[in-house]
Nanobody, 120 residues
Framework: QVQLVESGGGLVQAGGSLRLACAGSGSIVSINVMGWYRQAPGKQRELVAVITSGGSTNYGDSVKGRFTISRDSAKKTVYLQMNSLKPEDTAVYYC??????????????WGQGTQVTVSS
């Protein structure tokens, strides 16, 4: 069994910053891609940022230049530093990981989500 647990969400004023973290645990052999997606009310889930085990990154257009993704592979943790937050960044943020597990092969896992609310 693999768990992804997010932390760091909350309420912040526009222009402020938040840092999200997502820690993986369980029967993990290795993690390839880790990333963040978000879903606002009435909208589809969208890519925020992803990072490979080699450190390559990809960002959604709406967050480029404001958000930074990083990871600590030894801790099986991915981070999302969010700066210059805007009200339109308000959403539930989900952690995602492409995991090679001990017993179940390779699978994609999602965290439970953490709410980020940006007030104007």
């Amino acid at each position: 069994q693999v768990q992804l647990v997010e932390s760091g969400g909350g309420l912040v004023q526009a222009g402020g910053s938040l840092r999200l973290a997502c820690a993986g645990s369980g029967s993990i052999v290795s993690i390839n891609v880790m990333g963040w997606y978000r879903q606002a009310p009435g909208k589809q889930r969208e890519l925020v940022a992803v990072i490979t085990s080699g450190g390559s990154t990809n960002y959604g257009d709406s967050v480029k230049g404001r958000f930074t993704i990083s990871r600590d592979s030894a801790k099986k943790t991915v981070y999302l530093q969010m700066n210059s937050l805007k009200p339109e960044d308000t959403a539930v943020y989900y952690c995602n990981a492409d995991v090679m597990t001990i017993f179940a092969g390779r699978n994609t896992y999602w965290g439970q989500g953490t709410q980020v609310t940006v007030s104007s």
